[in-house]
């Protein structure tokens, strides 16, 4: 418990500088921690299913480059189309890999690379510095409420054959989670045009999203035969363990924006 407490005192003020700093530096501190996510992912497949290594890391350099020098909106399908491509061709001239590696690869792309692009794109809509909090406050309120009202009121199993743990109680606890988590923020920003009513059913969504997330990485994990992605934050594990509901809540917040305030 004492490790877990030093790394985020460490972890929190770093993401924190980031996030309210904003323009570069928060895309810096994204390319960082995506490249981080890319090697986890990697490392993680290295005994089983094999990531095209190769591919990913290529097109997560040509992203980058893009992510700096135009409007990566306008070439993310045409880079998710031609990886697809090249990783299904991969396994026939090269024997190592198979067609699942090829599945794996462009997930890995689309899950770790695109997810964490769309963050600074929140973060240069109008209102971006404040609307970017609701990505975070989703999946951390979602986790805590998760958790304590899972230890105080769980009885039913959610999914004891991915996560032993986590309740249908812990589940619901999370879901008020968010939407408490959405209506403090509101209130702090009433000056930004979303109803309360929005909010809740954005917290809903974005709860039930975090929750995959969170599940969707267990699977992964338990898949590979791995406790952590990596051990970056010592108590916590990798980038991956601690991002793994963050990911899918980030596209939910950004696409549900986009809809909602045009």
Known sequence: ?????????????????FVISGGLILKIGVSIITAIAVYEYINAFSNKYKIIAPLLIIFYLVNQFIFYTSDLSKYNIILIYALLLLSMAYPIFNKKYS?????FTVVGYIYIISFFN???KINELENGNKLIWMVFLIAWCCDTFAYFTGMLLGKRKLCPEVSPKKTVEGSIGGILGSIIGLVIWKIFNGNIEITYIQLIILGI????VSQIGDLSAS???????????????????????????ILFVIPVVYYYIAIVLG
């Open 118 to 120: 769309l963050l600074v």
């Open 1 to 17: 418990m004492k490790t877990r407490i030093i790394s985020a005192l460490v972890a929190i003020p770093i993401l924190l500088f």
């Open 219 to 245: 699977l992964i994990k338990r898949h590979v035969g791995i406790k952590d992605y990596g051990n970056i934050m010592p108590g916590h594990g990798g980038i991956l363990d601690r991002f793994d509901s």
């Open 99 to 103: 067609i699942i590696s090829s599945a």
């Open 205 to 208: 969504i974005g709860a039930v």
